[in-house]
């Protein structure tokens, strides 16, 4: 059973810098799925982030957070970053790290959709003032 997690939320004015960190445990492969989800109350979930292990070759970053946020993986540790930079009040919400292990066979292409059904952390939150 996978296991993530999460830690280095907190409150921000406009402008600073958080680094989220999630580590997993538990994983069965040592190819997998990581990244950052968001919400915010009364809007629907969305991804933030995600990569594949090994490599990092699959990245993927929100329209919103490009240019702003890195994701990066440390695959021995089973640890994913969140780096986040130039906060903005609309990056508010409760962060949610998810994990998925990926099986030899299956392409880091379908992360996204493995993500979305995979393991999840319990949430830390974010707020950003103005």
């Known amino acids: 059973q996978v296991r993530l997690v999460e830690s280095g939320g907190g409150s921000v004015q406009a402008g600073g810098s958080l680094r989220l960190s999630c580590v997993a445990s538990?994983?069965?492969?040592?190819?997998?799925?990581m990244g950052w989800f968001r919400q915010v109350p009364g809007k629907e979930r969305e991804g933030v982030a995600w990569?594949?292990?090994?490599?990092?070759?699959?990245?993927y970053y929100d329209d919103s957070v490009k240019g702003r946020f890195t994701i990066s993986l440390d695959s021995a540790k089973n640890t994913a970053y969140l780096q986040m930079n130039s906060l903005k009040p609309e990056d508010t919400g409760t962060y949610y790290c998810?994990?998925?292990?990926?099986?030899?066979?299956?392409?880091?292409?379908?992360?996204?959709?493995?993500?979305?059904?995979?393991?999840w952390g319990q949430g830390t939150q974010v707020t950003v003032s103005s």
């Open positions: 998810a994990a998925d292990p990926l099986p030899p066979w299956v392409s880091s292409d379908y992360c996204a959709a493995r993500l979305v059904t995979g393991s």
């Open positions: 538990g994983l069965s492969y040592d190819r997998f799925c």
């Open positions: 990569t594949s292990s090994p490599g990092g070759n699959t990245i």
